[in-house]
């Protein structure tokens, strides 16, 4: 090819907010990928109840509500410190990204905390019979993503104290409120799954 | 036997190595000539898809080998390749569609009959044996057999199917596809041979260490045969006139044989291995694994795990006197 | 021609020599060859046990091979295959080849596609190792429960394959993310979306099919493994469970996998095709739409795995218009390839010899597909070795065949030599030959009886000679690769020299030298048209004004490639081997105990942040706090001026 001429880019910044990220197609990925794994369990749990005479079998009772819907609301609630966090990383304010980002992580600390009493309040055990079986994985795949959404956010917060903070880390922060988000809203079809489903079937 | 008898016997038998045996392609049932007859309809369109198709890749390659260069790909010859590609795969959904018609045609034609007048066979499936019972309103005319079972010609059978352990597969090509034995479930499957013989099955299903070593042998016979058949095995066993017979009765009743297998008219009554009321009329043993005989009898009661490894029966420890004498009883039971 | 690297550029994007280098290399040209030669490894050791398979079935009642073993074999042959060797093998050409032919420097995330070798090569090993330790699974490649289950299979076997799943679909999903993100977001400036080379299509249609199937059986092992290792009862019918959900599941990849090893084949012939035709594929929207459509499509299928398990024949009925009308677009595919190659002017050398081997074999196999689609026909032919033969006419014929084809044509890109056009066409006539005779006759064995998976069979079957000629088949296959290894060891020292562009094709893999400089292009191009090279005007730009004292990257819009910013690129790293082997303990713990989970989980959270912590304050090329004024723009601002030619 003949270079006399060029496309100079030199003028272009050094990266960018938002989808215009790689790393925003990358977290969408994750998106996907987990999702599927998600739905393909929900699939899975009204498979096992068409499948069986009464839901919970053997006369087992719902998992106490109470528990659930406490997270749900923490979840929920924790939204609002993440999308401010996201807010202050495309401000470039470091100040409002340590103190939401500590916010997030405090209802992390929430979230993962009751969702041992969720756990502990499913009323079955994951050995009973295969609807012990699919509400332990669905609340466990869950709680995966919490954990380590709650340690990755954590040694984030970490870094944007302790520095070196390089302006793309704001970047990372955004990047990081956008999986916050799915791993909420994910929560809401596993809480109406694994809370409502034995009572309203 | 009918002189048709001997004839479909020699036809399908399961000694020498004849065409036929347990093939889809010799069709002695309903359900096995309709596919037949789809088989040949696909086998016939493919043959001529493929002839087709791969004509006209040879004639493309040799045009393009000789196309010279300097010559660019007008947009007349773009044209006219698009109506070519369109009418190929215009002509492709016409063909699929018609498949598609045959298909679920040659399903509804196979699928279940609702006979009332249907025999019905319960068929279990385990590592590595069949379990086969008759069913009937009357329980004392239950048949229960292992391994073997009899139908009537131009009558419909429904088998009920299941499985007790891991999934199996019950298959008899000659008379109908194949049927998976799902544990939890139990579904229903048609066969209805249209012709006397013997039938070779295998299990399909991947199921184990011995999955190679589960045959199954389908007798079709006219009615008035097949009701002797059933009556016969209805029958208790008669008492032994051998006294070495009797001996190996006891053998049979005092060791771990009764534990495991059934004898009607005794105390055997063990549910683990196959149903042995009848054991010398078939014509194998342990599933198809061995012709049945004096000699295999005793070695498969001797050591099972060195004829067929992994299966469930143990080695016995029996003297040699004691296993004669409980090979002549075993051969008593007809 | 090639325009002479700027060394300090050479520099900036070179990876660390030595052994320990060696370990941290990112340069996606590095890894994609490496997945390359360790899947083409796998391929060789799946090959030795189907010889093992055929050796014990040549004759009825052979005793070569016991029951136990031959279930190991056959089981281990499938899964390494279809884990170890199809898919990644594919995935390794996308590694290599999908950034050169988008213009770009690299692939993105770098370090994932790296980890993601470690998850392959380590999940080999385990597998391998458990073979030899007799503790490899023996209950098929597909193991289904009950059978898998504790009570059937107490020992670990079933766990290793479960945990084999595991590390590959790790390793895969990662590559498809890796994949999608660089056709989006990296392109050359002027390659919209429908400027894509197909083969790229292929390979971003095939990573979404990963990233939705995959999913599937993950989920399903995982269960099988908490069943055999915790006392769920997923799939276990004393307490509820159901066999048959596993099938759904397993299925619901399992049909998608076969397309997910298909349609980057597809890429394959058609960038052949287009090459030695001499002209653009004809039919570019109609074979682009065939792919999508395909990979749509495939997901809808899965029962047609289950027809002999007695589902309600409606249901079956919708499967089986489903797995008849795939053959639509794959035939539209077909048809357009004919089309090219008739209005083409061609030039027969290896590559095509294997794509005229892919069009033989392929089609035999999609039309047994089409009669396996058929309920009755199925209940027949299922689990009979009419279906292997099918399988191997659609997988070898569609996916092996285009990938020595594959082989033969980029050789020459990657090594900078070409491989014995003599030797070429003697590895094609064995390895077609060989494949014919080995699986041809296996479609007849179905029909006359012969289920899968038997370790021997009756002499009073007749299937003796068949088998015989299926064995002596297999021989030849063995003749075919042995040959081919040779010429590709001996040409790498001694083959004649490539240039550029050996055979005057159109993408821009092309357009570099061969091998391609450490930075791929010294000046990366832009495109004109689907064929950059036949399509570009002489003056076409080259970017410039990237940085060469950095892994600086062009970051383009997702759907018309205009420059949108720049990104440095992370340097070779330690941490994804580091993270590889962390997360290997996990899982090979994990089949022992469920603590194993947890112990496990400390390094590789501490891998993971090693791996994540900036090296450098500055490594992205961006200011450090406190700054005066941001330079990374908002997402919704436009770029800062950029692009001025």
């Known amino acids: 090819m003949n270079e006399s001429r060029t496309l100079d880019v030199s003028g272009l910044p050094p990266g960018a907010f938002g989808s215009r990220t790689v790393t925003f197609w990358g977290t969408l990925g994750m998106v996907l990928i987990e999702s599927t794994v998600f739905a393909l369990a929900i699939t899975s749990y009204f498979y096992y109840l068409a499948r069986f005479p009464s839901w919970p079998p053997d006369g087992i009772a719902p998992p106490l509500l109470r528990w659930g819907t406490v997270n749900t609301v923490i979840l929920l609630g924790s939204l609002i410190p993440n999308e401010l966090a996201r807010r202050a990383a495309e401000r470039v304010d470091l100040q409002g990204v340590r103190i939401w980002m500590v916010v997030c992580l405090a209802f992390a600390v929430g979230f993962n905390w009751v969702r041992v009493y969720e756990f502990r309040h499913l009323n079955v055990w994951w050995d009973h019979d295969a609807y012990g079986s699919i509400v332990w994985i669905l609340l466990g795949l869950h709680t995966t993503h919490i954990v380590t959404d709650f340690l990755d956010s954590a040694v984030l917060t970490t870094l944007m104290f302790i520095g070196p903070v390089e302006e793309h880390r704001f970047v990372d922060v955004e990047e990081n409120s956008v999986y916050w988000y799915f791993v909420v809203l994910a929560w809401l079809p596993i809480y109406g799954v694994i809370y409502w489903a034995p009572r309203l079937t | 036997m009918a002189r048709t008898d001997l004839e479909a016997l020699a036809i399908v038998s399961a000694a020498p190595a004849i065409d036929g045996q347990q093939s889809v392609l010799y069709p002695a049932g309903v359900q096995a000539s309709s596919i037949h007859n789809l088989l040949t309809l696909m086998l016939w369109v493919s043959t001529a898809v493929a002839a087709i198709v791969l004509c006209v890749l040879f004639l493309a390659v040799r045009r393009s080998l000789g196309t010279k260069a300097g010559g660019n790909p007008s947009s007349t010859t773009d044209d006219v390749l698009a109506r070519a590609v369109g009418i190929a795969v215009g002509t492709t959904v016409v063909l699929l569609v018609g498949l598609l018609v045959a298909s679920v045609w040659t399903g509804r034609t196979i699928a279940a009959v609702h006979a009332a007048s249907a025999v019905t066979i319960e068929i279990t499936g385990h590592q590595w044996w069949w379990e086969i019972h008759y069913e009937d309103a009357v329980a004392s005319r239950r048949v229960h057999t292992a391994n073997e079972l009899h139908i009537p010609t131009n009558r419909p059978v429904v088998l009920k199917v299941t499985s007790r352990d891991v999934i199996h597969s019950f298959w008899v090509p000659n008379l109908q596809g194949k049927r998976d034995l799902i544990p939890g479930y139990t579904t229903a499957l048609w066969i209805e041979a249209d012709r006397p013989g013997r039938f070779r099955g295998q299990c399909a299903e991947f199921c184990g260490l011995q999955h190679a070593h589960m045959a199954l042998e389908v007798t079709a016979e006219s009615d008035p045969d097949f009701e002797r058949w059933l009556d016969a095995m209805r029958e208790s066993p008669r008492e032994p006139s051998d006294s070495g017979a009797r001996r190996g009765r006891d053998v049979f009743m005092q060791t771990r044989c009764a534990g495991c297998h059934t004898v009607t008219g005794t105390e055997a009554a063990g549910q683990v291995g196959p149903d042995l009321t009848h054991v010398a009329t078939r014509s194998s043993l342990g599933a198809g694994t061995l012709a049945n005989s004096r000699e295999h009898l005793a070695a498969w009661i001797r050591d099972p795990q060195s004829v067929k490894p992994g299966n469930q029966m143990p080695p016995s420890a029996l003297s040699a006197d004691d296993l004669e004498n409980l090979v002549s009883y075993l051969e008593t039971l007809r | ?645």
């Open chain 3, 1 to 645: 021609m090639s325009v002479g690297s700027d060394p300090n550029l050479e520099q900036t994007w070179a990876d660390p020599p030595g052994v320990i280098g060696w370990l941290k290399h990112v340069d996606h040209k590095s890894i994609g060859r490496r997945y390359l030669v360790t899947a083409f490894g796998f391929f060789l050791i799946g090959g030795i046990l189907a010889a093992l398979m055929r050796i014990q079935l040549s004759r009825p009642d052979n005793t070569f091979i016991g029951p136990d073993l031959y279930n190991e074999i056959f089981t281990t042959h499938g899964t390494t295959m279809m884990f170890l060797f199809a898919v990644p093998v594919m995935q390794g050409l996308g590694i290599y080849l999908v950034p050169l032919m988008v213009g770009a420097r690299s692939i993105a995330f770098p370090r994932l596609v790296a980890f993601s070798y470690w998850m392959l090569l380590f999940g080999g090993i385990f597998l391998f190792v458990s073979f030899l330790l007799n503790a490899g699974p023996d209950v098929g490649w597909f193991s289904y429960p009950p059978l898998a289950e504790p009570l059937y299979t107490p020992s670990k076997r079933a766990d290793v394959w479960a945990q084999l799943i595991t590390f590959t679909e790790v390793a895969s999903l990662a590559v498809a993310v890796a994949l999608i993100t660089t056709v989006l977001k990296l392109r050359a400036p002027g390659m919209t979306l429908n400027r894509l080379p197909i083969f790229v299509w292929a390979q971003v249609v095939t990573s979404f099919m990963v990233l939705f199937a995959m999913p599937a059986v993950m989920l399903a092992s995982t269960e099988l493994i908490l069943d055999r290792l915790v006392g769920t009862h997923f799939f276990d019918v004393e307490h509820g469970g159901d066999a048959l959900l596993w099938q759904h599941l397993f299925w619901f990849f399992g049909h998608p996998e076969v397309y997910i090893i298909f349609i980057p084949g597809t890429g394959i012939v058609s960038t052949i095709i287009a090459t030695f035709s001499r002209r653009h594929i004809f039919g570019y929207l109609p074979v682009v739409l065939s792919l999508v459509s395909t990979a749509f499509m495939g997901f809808g299928l899965w029962v047609h795995h289950m027809f002999a398990t007695g589902l309600p024949q409606l249901g079956e009925s919708f499967f089986t218009a489903a797995s008849i009308m795939i053959a639509i677009p794959t035939g539209t595919q077909i048809f357009c390839w004919i089309a090219t190659i008739w209005s083409g002017r061609l030039s027969l050398k290896t590559p095509m010899l294997w794509i005229l081997g892919f069009f033989t074999i392929f089609v035999v196999g999609g039309l047994t597909g089409v009669m396996l689609a058929a309920v009755p026909l199925n209940t027949q032919v299922h689990d009979t070795f009419f279906v292997v033969a099918h399988l191997h006419y659609v997988l070898i014929g569609g996916a092996v065949f285009p990938l020595f084809g594959a082989f033969y044509y980029w050789y020459p890109k990657i090594t900078g030599r070409l491989l014995s056009e003599r030797l070429g066409t003697w590895v094609f006539a064995l390895l077609f030959t060989g494949f014919n005779l080995t699986f041809f006759p296996m479609h007849v064995l179905g029909l006359r009886g012969m289920p899968r998976r038997v370790y021997t069979y009756p002499a009073s079957m007749g299937w003796d000679t068949l088998n015989l000629l299926a064995s002596v088949g297999a021989l030849l296959m063995a003749c075919g690769v042995i040959t081919f290894l040779v010429d590709a060891v001996h040409a790498m020292y001694a083959g004649p020299v490539a240039t550029d562009n050996p055979w005057d094709a159109g993408t821009l893999e092309w357009a570099t030298s061969s091998p391609p400089p450490n930075s791929n292009f010294p000046r990366p191009p832009t495109a004109a048209g689907r064929e950059p090279l036949w399509d570009n005007p002489p003056d076409q730009p080259v970017v410039v004004g990237l940085r060469e004292d950095a892994r600086d990257v062009l970051v383009t819009h997702v759907l018309d490639a205009e420059p949108d910013h720049r990104l440095i690129f992370p340097e070779p790293s330690i941490w994804p081997f580091l993270t590889g082997i962390a997360t290997t303990v996990l899982f090979v713990w994990s089949i022992f105990t469920p603590w194993g989970v947890v112990y496990g989980a400390g390094p590789v959270f501490l891998a993971m942040v090693g791996w994540f912590w900036p090296k450098r304050p500055d490594e992205g090329g961006t200011p450090l706090w406190p700054f005066a004024r941001r330079t990374l723009p908002r997402p919704d601002e436009a770029p800062a001026a950029g692009g001025a030619i």
